[in-house]
Structures are given as C-alpha cells and as structure tokens.
C-alpha cells in the first residue's frame, strides 16, 4: 500500500507540475507598462512556490513507502516527542520566505496604486451597469459633466444610460461609446462608476482588474505599450447576464486616435 | 483540575431517557446530537454535490435539457452555485467536523459525561436543522433560490429587482444564514466551556488530544466570528424589506431609482470577510486536529511537536481574524490596508507550513499502519500542501491583480477548505465508526473510494489553476461570450469527466457507511490501539460515557512505541511513564 501511495502521489505531482512547468495554459500575452513587472514576480512566486510543493508531496510520498509497517522488519519507531532547534529552523525559514515575497513585490503595487495617474493622462470614464460598459470622454475642455442616477436610462442607450446631466456646461462635450479607444503608450486615467451593482473592469492584458462600486468613483490608471484589440470582461458576480459583460479595447496609436476623437467630437457639435 | 468538577459531573449524570422521542429526536445526550449533525451534514454534502454536477454538465453542454429540471438557464446557473456554495460552507464544512464529531468525541476524549449545556447543545442542532429546511426551501418559492453567490455582496443581495431570485428567494437564504448563526454561537458556547470546565482528573490543558484543541480553537473562532454574520445578516434583511439602506447607496436598476441612498456595499463585504476568513479556519482547524492524532496513531509515534502543533492552532486562530482584507484587494478598499492585510496573510501561511512539517516529522520514521482513516489522513497532508501553496499567490495584492476572481481562487479553496476539510470528514467516519457502532467499516471499498477520492479531486481541481492563470473568471454561465475563454473549453471538459467519477466514487462511501452498520465486523473496544480516552470506554459507550465512573488521565495523548513497554502503546488512563523518555 505505501508504494501505491508514493506512485499515485508522485504521478498525481509531476503530471501537475508538468502543465506548469510546459505552460501548456498561462498568463494571455502582456500589452501594458506593468504586465512585466507583475509577471516576472509571478514567475518568481510561482518558481519557490512550485519547488515546496514538489519537495513537500516527494517527501510524503517517499516517507509513507519508506516507513510503512513491514513486521519485524521493520526497524525501531524514533520514539521522540519533536525538536525545537527544528521548529525553530523552519519557521524562520517560512517567515523570510513568505514576507520576503511580499516586500519584494510591494513596489509594483505602490506604483499600482498609490501613485495617482499623472497629469496629462488620458481620461476615460467607464460605467459598469448590468450588462454592459459604457465609456465616457472628457471632450476638449478636458473636464467630465455632472451625471445623476435619476437621469439613468439603460433603455436610452449612451450618454442617457449614463445619466448625463446635460444642464452641465462641462457635459456638453462629452461623449459616450461602447468601444474603448485609447493611445499606445500613453497613460490612461480611469474613472470607475456603477450604476446598479458592482461590477468589476478586468482587462487581462493590460493585469488591470478593479471593482466599479456604486457610490464611488474609483480612479486607477495603466499604459498600454501594444496597439490591438483586447477583450474586457467584467469579473464580479452582478446578476443573471453577468457571463456576457464584456467589451473591447482598442489600443491605437496617436495618430488613429486623434481622428478617431476628432471625428466623435464632430459628431458631438 | 478545578474545584466543583464533581459537583458538575454529578449535575450532568443524568439518567438516560426511555422514550423514543427522546432518545432519538430531542436527545440531550451529546452522542446521540452529535450523529444528528453528522446525518444533517452527509445530506446536505449529497445535495450540494449534486448541485455541482448540475453546474458541471451545464458548463459543457449548455444547451442539454435535463430531466425534472429543463434546461439550465444562466440564472438557474447562478441559483445552483449560490446554493451549493452555502450550502457546502455552512451545511457541511462547518456542521461535520464540529458539530458532529466535535459533539460526539469532544466530551468523551476529556473524560466528561456531556457536554457542559444539554439542552443547548439540542437545541443548537434543531436551529441549524431548520435553517437547513429553510435554505432549501428557497429552491421552491417563486423566483426559486438567490443568485447572488454564498458571498451575496449588496446591491446585487439587497435589491429583490436585480434578478430573479433575489425576491423571496433571497429572503429565504438570508433567514437561513441568520438561524445557521444562532445554532453555531449556542454550539461555540457549549464547547469553550465543555472544554475548560469538564475535563477529568489529570487532563490538564497540555495533555489534550489536538482534536480536543481544535475543536476548542474552533469555537472560539466561531463565537467571534458567527455574531459579526448575524448582525451583517439581519442588517441585510432590513435593506431588503424595512427599506434601510446600510449596504445600498443611491442606485438604479433598469432605469428605476431603487429608494436607497447613502449605504455602503464595502461595508458588507468588511462584515462578511470578517466572518468569511475564519470560516475557512473554522472549516479546516478540526480537520487539523484530527489528521494530527491520526499519523500519530497509525505511524505508531509520538505526534511530532504537541506544542508547536498546539502554538500553531493558536495562531492560526488569532492571525485569523487579521486577514479578511485580501479578500478585497481589487474592491476599491485602500490599497494602503491592502498592504497590510497582504503582510498578515502571508504571516499566517507560517503557522500553516509549520504544521506541515510536523506531520512529515511525525511518520518520519515511524511505522506507517495504511488503515483507511490514515490513508485519508495522508491525503489530507498532501491536499492541505496543495491547496495551500496557492495562498502566497493569491495574498499578494499585485498577483490577486491577475487572479481575482479566477478559477484559480476556486480551486485554490476546494482544495484546501474544501476537500482537505472533506478528507478530515471521511478519516473520522472510518476512524470513529467502530466507536460509535461497534463494527468496522470495510476496508478494501474504504481503499476504493479512498483513491477515486484522491485522484479524482486533483483531476477536478488542479486544472481549475491552469484556468484561473489565463484569466478564466468564475461564476460564468455561458463560455461562449469571451473569446479568449475558447481554448480553454477541453479543460473544462476534462474536468466535468472527472467530477462524473469522482460523485460516483462517493456512493461506494454511503453504501459501505450503511451496509457496515448492519453487516461490519464486529470491532473491539480499542481496534486501532489507540490511546485516547474514547478507546477505554465500552463501545458503543453508556449514556453517561463511562459507565459510573470517571476515568482519571496520567499520560499524554501520544504515548506510542515507547521504549521499554510491552505494548506499543501506552493509554491515558496507563499508570504514568516515567519522566525522562
């Protein structure tokens, strides 16, 4: 029985390890400022992570075949009641290591999210209602108009499904798409809004994922480094169509976007 | 021990009851309670089996009608993950371990005649039966059960128009958490002061089993942890029905202003993760305990560590109510305290590895009996390794970036809370069978069911991992929308398989459990020569646990293979080794 266990326990381990080490399945392709960073300390984790895992489930393996009852065969049990220099070894060992993870990644996430987009960034608006992301643009003056949920109207479809208060002179510029556009490698500022439930803006490639609350408006940001089209989806349980929430990304370059903005603001007049 | 403990087991030796009802239904003799909640719980976990498998098939083949049912519709989807979710957490993971094992053997390994309050502690199964039979009442109201997740963050819980479901459904399941509450605070009170009052002579605190430890720890946890839900639980009803708007700000749905204003939907999730990480230690810490004594027992060896193992519990227990944070690191909660809660978290993956190292250390060169309980036990080890390996990944904030939300948090928690608390489950039925019927349950279907369980759980589970990396998100109905999900569709196959043969697996457990009782052979009183005081009793034992007397405790819990003694073991109740071993 303890040579069954050490082959169903060693099989079950490497065949696992083997996908992650093959990759077979892994993180979608990065396309932003951050997906590196992120990427390599998941690399990291997932190398230290991968070796405990791999040592913990041979040593089970190998010790439940070793030590298995083999009448008086068997050598004399270690009658012994533990050993503290041990149990001291090893939670130091355990402590530096996962802490240490912990300190060695933080800066990634302070430049995440504690640092404020910078000036100059691009500025998107997105609202999460069920079942569909709206995207708002500042327009030239640069400044987002007022919206009020009595004005909300999902069946009135853009700037009426965001409630655009339209008394707003800040708002007259502003408009609304399915579609989000933006400039590669350019800093965008997003405003996270909900109207309804909480939504959550997830965008593999760009390692960007964050909650749209209803009452809050959220600003993170991120830089898409390569042009193409990205999915979105939206990961927080918000109701019966919450697996078809999805929109796309379209990353640009300078150029394309500043036509495309043109020819919405045109549309706008 | 203390002054009074005669006076107090006196008080509790009460004469056994003749009635039927009595004896069988509103017993207030603490075995008898204990196998009710094990009844309730092996219900309810072929229930919420059930449930996934329904979820399973619908994954891969959406459009199947299926009989009774009809077609799964995207909300029916969200009905059945909601339900199977809390249903497992609550029904299960919680009422087993605790409330059945924990009520049977808690009283009898310290050496006490019942627990320190009958009529509570049978009055805290009752509560938890009816809010059992309320929550799945929810299945069979208009609307039929909430789809808002056994999370039920508001607004989506607090507004009867955000989908169907979330009417009286919603209501239903919200009742049923608030009674599940009340019959676990009741139980958590019974067992801190069985555990700290009750004990016999000689069992001092130190010399408790480490299933007596955790089931204490257990407790603890559950007093502080289960009156947060209530409170968060009835607050939600208010939002609901009496029109209060704690969790709901100014919202509309479908164009419709819902009437709330000035209500935070963090709040909830603050409240819930409050409760909702210790839960998960609440699941796993009997589980713990149990696997502790178990490579014990069957390696023939002192456990490695009583103390460590003892420290490590503690701190488990107290760092688990520290960590509920990273739950919400993409929540919009300060990603200053996101920092914090990252630092905790990883803290408490400490006392987790340590435990680990003790169990290698205890069947290091012991002399490993392969009994079924240990072959779970062994299973527990290697599924605790794995699914906990995972947390360091999902407690930093800048990976939980990544993996919020993903498959790879679903089989991070299956694994761990999940299946490893299950494997403690099932180690204790085919370690406390023999006690509590006097026969043994059959070895080679244990052996069967015990590979189908262990194999069939990685194959389920492990590619949950793969998913979650590629950006799968979790509690999607349809995998036809994203594109990206596409090529990940064979993996979900693969794992619906696997779930087929692995819920069968299952049914070889329920007919040996059935067939055993009836026709198992017949056990002894101590049949795995163990030490604890459960072994010393008749089988199945008295009313009063020790027929008339009370035993008295001179030897730890782990005394095996001592050097220099006839036998390989050495019971609590032995005459005391000599210090010095």
Request: with cysteine; proline share 5%.
């Amino acid at each position: 029985m303890g040579l069954v266990l050490l082959v169903v326990i060693w099989l079950i381990t490497f065949i696992s390890a083997y996908f992650f080490i093959a990759k077979t399945w892994w993180l979608p392709a990065g396309a932003s400022v951050a997906a590196a960073g992120i990427d390599h300390h998941f690399s990291t984790t997932y190398i230290l992570m991968g070796a405990v895992f791999v040592a913990a489930q041979v040593i089970l393996g190998y010790f439940a075949w070793k030590y298995r009852d083999r009448g008086s065969a068997s050598p004399q049990v270690q009658y012994t009641h533990g050993n503290n220099t041990l149990e001291i070894t090893w939670t130091v060992l355990t402590l530096i290591l996962f802490v240490g993870l912990n300190f060695m990644s933080s800066s990634i996430w302070a430049s995440e999210r504690f640092r404020p987009a910078a000036p100059g960034a691009v500025q998107v608006e997105v609202t999460g209602m069920q079942f569909a992301w709206y995207f708002r643009y500042p327009g030239p003056d640069g400044k987002f108009g007022g919206t009020k949920p009595e004005l909300q109207d999902a069946s009135a479809g853009g700037e009426g499904a965001i409630g655009l208060d339209t008394t707003d002179p800040a708002s007259k510029d502003d408009f609304v798409t399915g579609t989000m556009y933006v400039p590669v490698n350019r800093e965008v500022e997003v405003v996270l809004r909900a109207e309804d439930v909480i939504h959550s803006f997830f965008v593999p490639a760009m390692r960007f994922k964050q909650d749209a609350v209803p009452g809050l408006a959220i600003h993170m940001h991120f830089t898409p480094i390569t042009t193409g089209d990205y999915e979105i989806a939206c990961s927080q349980l918000c109701g019966l169509g919450h697996y078809k929430m999805h929109g796309i990304l379209k990353v640009v370059s300078q150029e394309d976007y500043d036509k495309w903005l043109a020819a919405r603001e045109a549309e706008k007049q | 021990m203390a002054t009074g403990e005669f006076a107090a087991h006196a008080a509790h030796a009460h004469a056994g009851p003749t009635s039927w009802i009595r004896k069988y239904v509103f017993s207030l003799d603490h075995k008898v309670i204990g196998m009710q909640y094990y009844f309730l719980a092996l219900t309810a976990v072929f229930v919420g089996m059930i449930l996934s498998l329904l979820m399973r098939i619908h994954l891969i083949w959406p459009d199947a009608t299926l009989p009774l049912l009809g077609e799964i519709k995207p909300e029916t989807y969200l009905s059945l993950l909601t339900m199977h979710g809390t249903i497992m957490v609550f029904f299960v993971l919680t009422t087993a371990p605790q409330g059945g094992f924990g009520n049977y053997f808690l009283p009898i390994q310290i050496g006490a005649p019942d627990m320190a309050f009958p009529v509570l502690n049978m009055l805290s199964f009752w509560v938890t039966a009816l809010a059992f039979i309320v929550m799945i009442a929810a299945f069979f109201v208009v609307g039929g059960a909430p789809l808002h997740g056994w999370t039920g963050y508001p607004p989506l819980s607090a507004l009867q128009s955000s989908g169907p479901g979330e009417g009286l459904g919603a209501d239903l399941w919200v009742i049923s958490i608030a009674l599940f509450c009340i019959g676990a605070l009741m139980s958590a009170l019974n067992f801190i002061t069985t555990t700290l009052d009750m004990r016999a002579k000689g069992m001092t605190m130190m010399r408790m089993p480490l299933t007596c430890w955790a089931w204490f720890i257990t407790a603890i946890l559950g007093l502080l942890a289960f009156g947060v839900l209530l409170s968060a639980g009835i607050l939600l009803l208010l939002d609901r029905n009496a029109g209060t708007s704690f969790f709901v700000p100014l919202v509309t749905i479908n164009g419709q202003l819902a009437g709330h204003k000035g209500g935070s939907p963090l709040l909830w999730q603050h409240l819930f993760w409050f409760f909702g990480h210790p839960e998960v230690y609440i699941a796993i810490l009997p589980a713990m305990g149990l696997c502790s004594q178990l490579l014990s027992v069957f390696s023939r060896k002192p456990i490695f560590g009583y103390k460590a193992m003892v420290y490590a519990m503690l701190s488990i227990g107290f760092l688990g109510f520290m960590v509920w944070g990273h739950h919400m690191f993409m929540s919009g909660m300060s990603p200053y305290t996101a920092f914090a809660f990252s630092i905790m978290t990883m803290a408490i993956g400490v006392p987790s590895a340590i435990k680990t190292f003790n169990w290698l250390g205890t069947i290091w060169r012991g002399r490993i009996r392969f009994t079924s309980p240990m072959l779970f036990a062994l299973g527990f080890v290697s599924l605790f390794v794995s699914g906990g390996i995972s947390g360091p990944f999902l407690a930093q904030p800048v990976l939980d970036i990544q993996l919020h939300d993903t498959y790879f948090v679903v089989g991070h928690f299956h694994l761990i809370m999940g299946v490893a608390s299950i494997f403690g489950i099932f180690a204790a039925t085919y370690y406390w069978f023999p006690k509590m019927y006097g026969r043994m349950m059959n070895e080679n279907l244990a052996r069967w069911h015990f590979f189908i369980s262990l194999i069939g759980t990685y194959a389920i589970f492990m590619p949950m991992h793969y998913l979650g990396m590629a950006g799968h998100l979790r509690r999607y109905s349809q995998l036809t929308e994203l594109n990206y999900l596409h090529g990940l569709v064979p993996l979900q196959t693969f794992m619906t398989y696997a779930a087929f043969v692995t819920i069968a697996g299952q049914f070889i457990f329920l007919f040996n459990l059935f067939w055993s009782m009836k026709f198992g052979k017949k056990a002894s009183d101590n049949p795995w020569e163990a030490t604890t005081l459960e072994w010393t009793t008749a089988t199945p034992p008295p009313h009063d646990n020790f027929g008339g007397h009370m035993p008295v405790v001179n030897n730890g819990p782990y005394e095996y293979s001592v050097p220099g003694e006839a036998r390989d073991f050495v019971m609590q109740t032995d005459p005391a080794l000599v210090k010095g071993h």
